[in-house]
């Protein structure tokens, strides 16, 4: 069940921001927006989650459009650690089911 | 906290052998979560518990998987028979979903390889 969609893939320059954006048109008005990454061969790691504000915090920032059909994960300034696979989550708060779809792979390049 | 711990992180395995998979939550989170990540079918929900019950097994491929959670400190997941399309990474994460964050914290997985 495809709740979000998400480029396969991107690049971004060390240094520069890298923007993922993520499609989410049928979310519902109890979801939150999830965002989590996976280093190569690690567990994913949570990053970020909003319900209909921006919310920012020391990893990256979250920006969700006013009808909250989409959002877009924003990493200030990347850097060569931050090659992973982002995944963006719809889930309801009171949901423990947490599933992840294919993902956003980012390549950070020197 | 020494975050989830997962055993074996590495097994092979032979066609037909029984296969454990072992998880420690994190101390206090209430959910505990299985995942199978391939590279053909990314990272895939199995079973989730909450408070030691299974709450939603149809991630389960087959009957030859079984989860079980006799506390809230640990929890297995068996495959018996195995077979080599059962190669994969197994996660297992816990949490609390409904409080605070929501994140779940993953284990480093166990990497099974079924000859």
């Known amino acids: 069940d495809a709740k979000t969609t998400q480029p396969t893939s991107m690049d971004c320059a060390e240094g520069r921001a890298a923007n993922l954006p993520c499609n989410h048109s049928?979310?519902?008005?109890?979801?939150?927006v999830y965002w989590y990454r996976q280093i190569h061969s690690q567990g994913p790691q949570y990053i970020i989650h909003?319900?209909?504000n921006n919310e920012t915090n020391e990893m990256a920032s979250l920006i969700i459009t006013e009808d909250r059909k989409s959002s877009t994960l924003i990493l200030p300034h990347a850097t060569l650690r931050d090659t992973a696979v982002y995944y963006c989550?719809?889930?309801?708060?009171?949901?423990?089911?947490?599933?992840f779809g294919a993902g956003t792979r980012l390549t950070v390049k020197p | 906290d020494a975050g989830v711990i997962q055993s074996p992180r590495h097994e092979v395995t032979e066609m037909g052998q029984e296969v454990t998979l072992r998880c420690k939550p994190i101390?206090?989170?209430?959910?505990l979560f299985w995942y199978r990540q391939t590279m053909m079918r990314g990272l895939e929900l199995l079973i989730y518990?909450?408070?030691?019950?299974?709450?939603?097994d149809s991630g389960m491929p087959e009957d030859r998987f079984s989860a079980k959670m006799p506390n809230a400190s640990f929890s297995t997941l068996k495959i018996q028979p195995s077979e080599p399309r059962d190669s994969a990474v197994y996660f297992c994460?816990?949490?609390?979903?409904?409080?605070?964050?929501?994140?779940?914290?993953f284990g480093e997985g166990s990497r099974l390889t079924v000859l």
């Open positions: 518990f909450n408070n030691n019950v299974p709450i939603d």
């Open positions: 909003g319900l209909k």
């Open positions: 989550i719809v889930r309801a708060h009171n949901n423990n089911d947490m599933r």
């Open positions: 049928t979310i519902s008005g109890n979801e939150y």
């Open positions: 101390s206090g989170h209430n959910s």
């Open positions: 994460a816990s949490g609390t979903p409904t409080q605070n964050t929501g994140e779940l914290f």
